[in-house]
C-alpha cells in the first residue's frame, strides 16, 4: 500500500527558508518519481516539482525556480523540498504525490500520472 507523509510545514517570515519532507513507503518499481505540489486558499492545485527517485534528475517549475530545490535520501525512503527566500504568495499546503509513468520506464518526472496523495503539510509566509 502506497503511503506518503508530508512534514516540515510552518509559519516562517518573508525570505526564510524550509524543508519539507516527503516519506514514502509501499512504493513498487514503477512508482519512480515523487512530485510536489501546493494548493494556496481558492486556487487551483499548482505543480511545484519532482524528482526521478531513478537516477535524482529533477525539475522545478518557474514560480519557484532559483529558489527552491528538490532531493532525495534513498536510504530513508525521504524526499526533500528546499525553500529559500520565501514570500507570502508561497503560502500554501504543500503534497507529494507519486504514481505510475505515462509513457513507459523512460519517462521523465514531470510525465508521471500522480494519482497517490500525501495528507499535506501548511506552510505560511507572513511576517
Known amino acids: 500500500q502506497v503511503q506518503l507523509v508530508e512534514s516540515g510545514g510552518e509559519l516562517v517570515q518573508p525570505g526564510g527558508s524550509l524543508r519539507l519532507s516527503c516519506v514514502a513507503s509501499g512504493l513498487t518499481s514503477d512508482y519512480a518519481a515523487i512530485g510536489w505540489f501546493r494548493q494556496a486558499p481558492g486556487k487551483e492545485r499548482e505543480r511545484v516539482g519532482c524528482i526521478s527517485l531513478k537516477d535524482g534528475s529533477t525539475y522545478v517549475t518557474d514560480s519557484v525556480q532559483g529558489r527552491s530545490t528538490i532531493s532525495r535520501d534513498t536510504a530513508k525512503n525521504t524526499v526533500y523540498l528546499q525553500m529559500n527566500s520565501l514570500k507570502p504568495e508561497d503560502t500554501a499546503v504543500y503534497y507529494c504525490?507519486?504514481?505510475?509513468?505515462?509513457?513507459?520506464?523512460?519517462?521523465?518526472?514531470?510525465?508521471?500520472?500522480?494519482?497517490?496523495w500525501g495528507q499535506g503539510t501548511q506552510v505560511t509566509v507572513s511576517s
Open positions: 504525490a507519486t504514481g505510475p509513468p505515462l509513457y513507459g520506464p523512460g519517462s521523465a518526472c514531470p510525465s508521471y500520472k500522480y494519482d497517490y
